[in-house]
């Protein structure tokens, strides 16, 4: 896995979001669109590419795109 | 003292009786003069709820209702019973796009097939005496309510709110009463639910008016009260405990 491709995985769970607004750094609760339902997408967006599982403190934890791209990679 | 909601002299199956509800729903009705006969999957946490079971000649099944043997082990092993409750049950938070064949196989066969199947072989063994109860745990979430990434709880608790009431009816000749209770977040499910932070469970809380969760003793009163004489008319329904929660 590498961050250029979670970030893809990322965006595209987002339906209003452009696309290219999204780099490592970008702060994902700070997004508009962002909710629990999309939490829960992540969850299980993580488990279906990367058969990891997050847990909600795990995002709750996370700032950036990057941090929870840490968490995927070390989990 | 005249009692009607005692079940002294009863016997009841309860599925699910490891954990949460189920548990709390053996121990009530030990302490209300029941007979158990429990099930679980987890031996040590079955072998606990055991221990704090009033009364002696109480039963224990090990068995995964998810598998066909796992049923036959409850049918085959239970004797002539009073009542069933059937509180095994699963839930899965995954948004529905990404619901999977095997997520619906797992959640319905547990929360449907499972107690669908068990109530009807044992009543095709004649295991189920007359004036005896049948209870269903069913939700507020798929009957009222959903709640997000629970379509499919949602759709197996739905599929037993239409099971008692055809159940009900075609059993009522035999004087066996069909009913479910329809609880909104009980306390126990927390423990599951690790998709969902402690900050949004709190949040969720405040939503209900009498501003906590449901606490498995709660759950277990109505289910005595339905599998007692004192609730000898009351067939096909479903009994609503969530703390004013589908109110707003």
Redesign the interface.
């Known amino acids: 896995m590498n961050i250029e491709e979670f970030i893809k995985n990322f965006s595209e769970l987002f339906e209003e979001a452009e696309t290219a607004a999204f780099t490592p750094s970008t702060r994902f609760r700070d997004i508009e669109e962002w909710s629990?339902?999309l939490?829960?997408?992540v969850?299980?967006?993580v488990?279906?590419k990367y058969k990891v599982k997050?847990?909600?403190?795990n995002?709750?934890n996370s700032q950036t795109i990057e941090d929870l791209y840490k968490v995927v990679k070390t989990k | 003292m005249h009692n009607p909601f005692s079940l002294s002299g009863k016997t009841i199956l309860v599925t699910g009786a490891s954990s949460g509800i189920g548990k709390s729903v053996a121990i009530e009705c030990a302490k209300m003069g029941a007979r158990l006969i429990i099930t679980g999957r987890n031996r040590e946490r079955l072998d606990e709820t055991m221990k704090q079971l009033e009364g002696d000649n109480h039963q224990q099944k090990i068995c995964d209702l998810q598998t066909d043997e796992g049923m036959k082990i409850v049918v085959e092993n239970v004797p002539l019973i009073d009542g069933i409750v059937h509180c095994a049950g699963i839930t899965r938070t995954v948004p529905f796009t990404y619901v999977t064949p095997e997520i619906v196989k797992e959640i319905i066969g547990i929360n449907f097939i499972a107690p669908l199947t068990i109530s009807r072989q044992l009543l095709s063994l004649k295991k189920i005496r007359s004036n005896g109860s049948i209870v269903f745990i069913s939700s507020i979430s798929g009957t009222l309510c959903s709640y997000i990434g629970n379509s499919i709880y949602s759709a197996s608790k739905g599929a037993i709110n239409g099971l008692i009431k055809g159940m009900a009816l075609d059993l009522a000749p035999k004087k066996i009463r069909v009913n479910s209770v329809t609880p909104g977040m009980v306390e126990t499910d927390i423990l599951s639910a690790g998709s969902i932070s402690e900050d949004q469970l709190q949040e969720d809380m405040k939503r209900y008016p009498l501003k906590r969760y449901g606490r498995p003793e709660e759950i277990a009163y109505s289910v005595i009260y339905l599998l007692s004489d004192a609730a000898s008319w009351i067939t096909g329904s479903n009994l609503l405990i969530d703390g004013g929660y589908t109110l707003l």
């Not at chain 1, 997050?54 to 403190?57: F, I, K, Q, S, V």
């Open positions: 629990s339902l939490a829960l997408s969850i299980a967006m488990d279906q997050l847990t909600g403190a995002i709750l």
